[in-house]
């Protein structure tokens, strides 16, 4: 079985100011490895019988995409998305475009900005989501929680394991940590990855039952579109009327062929500076030190330095991050409040 990657690359990662900001969004940058998360992204996917991937972004981004991966050997079909319509529109066009390569084609649906550090145990559970995406289901990842987290959503599996997958009961959005704690105890319910698996044929049909408007636009977007080498220009008329959502909303949540598969392979969405400094190696005083970095009575800190030395003395528990964009100074507690950083940012540049 031949799969079709679909990168997903339209993020702005604003919560991770001011690293990720504005061309330079998470996914391009290297975080936790050398190679930066897009390369990541399809990397992880070495060992698999896997076709020329398919990424989606921002015509912003298109030529990062394009250098970042053929850094590492992969010449991907870029999709140009005119603006932002969320998730299901990009998703829409890019089955289009796996149509096209193949049939049957049976797409991997990955976002660019996520750690999977058991890259086995992902693999093995993508085959076993494309042998039930085969069978007609649309197969998300739950994954297995560690904590009773209120910064994600939820997915409920129902039923018996078959075929390694559960039935798709509900999505439930960000819980109070009362409710993440009742879930958590039921057994039930995993955190909503925002990974996917299914047959392109599938997901476009469902979306047509489901979500008829959009997914009449999206595809004359692509039937539309202007191929300039690479790059694949969704037509900015047609895609621009669509009212954009995200996949659980226009179709996940609806359909009935929805599965999961649960998957515990060591996952993060480094969605901030906190959840970096819990993935990272810390040294002998729980510091993340990356850069020219001097370091003098300073505890369980995220510290880094993209250039100019950074100095620090007598701290604890705070979040240091120099860059040419800006410098951010946090108590690590807060540290979700850096988008209101970016958001004031934004106010002043209009």
């Known amino acids: 079985m031949t799969l ?3 990168i997903l690359s339209g993020g702005a990662g604003t919560r991770l100011w001011p690293l990720s900001w504005g061309d330079h969004p998470k996914q391009f940058l290297p ?3 050398d190679n930066t998360m897009i390369q990541e992204t399809l990397l992880r996917l070495k060992g698999l019988e896997i076709a020329s991937p398919i990424v989606s972004c921002g015509e912003a981004h298109r030529f990062l995409v394009a250098e970042q991966l053929n850094k590492i050997g992969i010449k991907p079909q870029i999709i140009l998305e005119p603006m932002a319509k969320n998730t299901a529109p990009a998703i829409a066009a890019a089955c289009c475009a796996a149509l096209k390569q ?3 084609a049976v797409v991997v649906v990955l976002p ?3 750690v999977i550090k058991n890259k086995d145990v992902f693999a093995k559970a993508v085959m076993t989501a494309a042998i039930n995406a085969e069978k007609g289901s649309l197969v998300t990842f739950g994954i297995v929680p560690t904590f009773a987290a209120t910064g994600y959503g939820y997915v409920k599996a129902s039923g018996a394991e078959s075929d390694g997958a559960y039935t798709l009961e509900k999505f439930v959005e960000k819980p109070c940590l009362e409710k993440a704690e009742e879930y958590i105890a039921s057994g039930e319910y995993a955190w909503n990855s925002g990974m996917f698996v299914f047959k392109a044929s599938t997901f476009l049909e469902e979306l047509k039952v489901h979500s008829p408007d959009m ?4 595809i004359e977007s692509f039937e539309k579109a202007e191929v300039d080498k690479d790059f694949i220009r969704l037509d900015k008329e ?3 009327q669509i009212k954009g959502d995200s996949i659980d909303y226009a179709v996940m949540e609806k ?3 929805g599965k999961i598969v649960k998957l515990d392979a060591g996952w993060d969405d480094v969605g901030s500076w906190s959840a970096l400094y819990d993935i990272s190696g810390k040294d002998e005083n729980k510091n993340v030190i990356k850069g020219d970095v001097i370091s003098i009575g300073t505890k369980s800190s995220y510290i880094r330095s993209s250039g100019r030395t950074v100095a620090t003395i007598g701290l604890e528990n705070i979040v240091v991050i120099d860059s040419e964009e800006g410098v951010l100074v946090a108590d690590i507690n807060k540290i979700q409040d850096v988008k209101k950083i970016a958001e004031e940012i934004k106010g002043r540049n209009k």
């Open 238 to 240: 047609s895609f621009g």
């Open 112 to 114: 660019s900005d996520h």
């Open 102 to 104: 193949d049939k049957d």
């Open 215 to 218: 997914a009449r636009l999206a």
């Open 31 to 33: 975080l936790v490895t």
């Open 255 to 257: 359909t009935s062929k």
């Open 4 to 6: 079709i990657p679909v």
